[in-house]
């Protein structure tokens, strides 16, 4: 859908923005432990899998941005959703190398650092109604992410603004109804009296959900058009390409298995697998700073 100078352009920013996290993260008086920071990461892997729909041939799934940022906090959700995109590239060619930087810039920068912002500040603003708020800024979330994705199209010459904006802001602020849903709901369960009378609860929630939703739900996840491919295939900029990078599992399915619902959970659970050990491994660095709790 996109290429030209667009591309490295936002590959920049996304490496100066993760970085800059990054930094944040590490001077950070508190921070998630590792295993909060894993668990989380592989459940928003998961949450991406299950696309659910929207509207009659239209599906969207989760982006997990504002999630992330409340539950690990603004820099180090940055972090986890970087990871877990750019797993989502590497290991199951979903988004092309080239637009790395873009679907970074769209989902981590802007709908996790962004809306992350934009919750802390009206949960301040307004404490005393958290889910509201919560939900509010999940539902900006995936509407900044979809204003970014229209502004790269546009900037690539692949299709105008004023058509790519108004199609892209419908169909996901519908999208973002079912991501203020989820959002509020998971974090009404994990600061239920059941789950946070220990700390680690919900971290083991969490990390079971994730298992649990990566090799149950992803089979049954709504197969239409997410809401970007749905713009697309309407507006006519939706091509067929050859893969400019060859992943080990494409399109999460084992090529080797031709039960098609069995290859989808396996290639997810190993997915969640994946992301929870290399966001533990990424989050086993913040023990050398003593502020890590």
């Known amino acids: 859908m996109m290429d030209g100078a667009v ?6 920013v996304s490496v100066g923005g993760i970085a800059l996290a990054a930094v944040m993260a590490w001077k950070a008086k508190e921070r998630p432990a590792p295993a909060r920071f894993a668990a989380v990461s ?3 892997f998961a949450g991406q899998m299950v696309n659910f729909p ?5 599906s969207g799934h989760l982006l997990g941005g504002v999630l ?3 539950l690990l906090g603004v820099p180090c959700g940055v972090l986890a959703v970087a990871l877990v995109v750019t797993l989502q590239c590497l290991v199951f060619a979903d988004g092309g190398m080239a637009v790395l930087g873009a679907n970074l810039l769209n989902m981590a920068i802007l709908g996790t650092g962004v809306g992350g912002s934009i919750w802390q500040r009206l949960a301040s603003a307004a404490p005393q109604h958290r889910p509201v708020t919560l939900g509010l800024a999940a539902w900006l979330s995936v509407l900044l992410a979809a204003l970014g994705c229209s502004l790269e199209l546009a900037a690539a010459g692949t299709i105008p603004f004023s058509q790519v904006l108004p199609a892209m802001l419908g169909v996901h602020a519908l999208i973002g109804v079912g991501e203020a849903v989820v959002t509020v709901a ?6 239920s009296a059941a789950l946070s009378a220990t700390a680690r609860r919900p971290v083991f929630f969490l990390g079971i959900a994730a ?9 049954f996840a709504c197969q239409w058009p997410d809401g970007l491919e749905s713009v697309a295939k309407t507006l006519g900029f939706l091509h067929a390409s050859a893969p400019s990078f060859v992943a080990p599992l494409p399109d999460y399915a ?14 997810g659970l190993l997915g969640a697998v994946v992301t929870f050990l290399a966001a533990w491994g990424i989050a086993t660095t913040w023990r050398r700073n003593p502020a890590a709790t």
């Open 254 to 267: 084992f090529p080797a298995i031709s039960h098609a619902m069995l290859s989808t959970s396996l290639a």
């Open 186 to 191: 998971v974090m009404a369960l994990l600061t």
């Open 211 to 219: 298992f649990v939703i990566a090799l149950v739900g992803a089979p």
């Open 7 to 12: 591309c490295p352009v936002t590959a920049a």
């Open 54 to 58: 929207v509207q009659f041939g239209t």
């Open 68 to 70: 992330a940022a409340a």
């Open 42 to 44: 592989a459940v928003i």
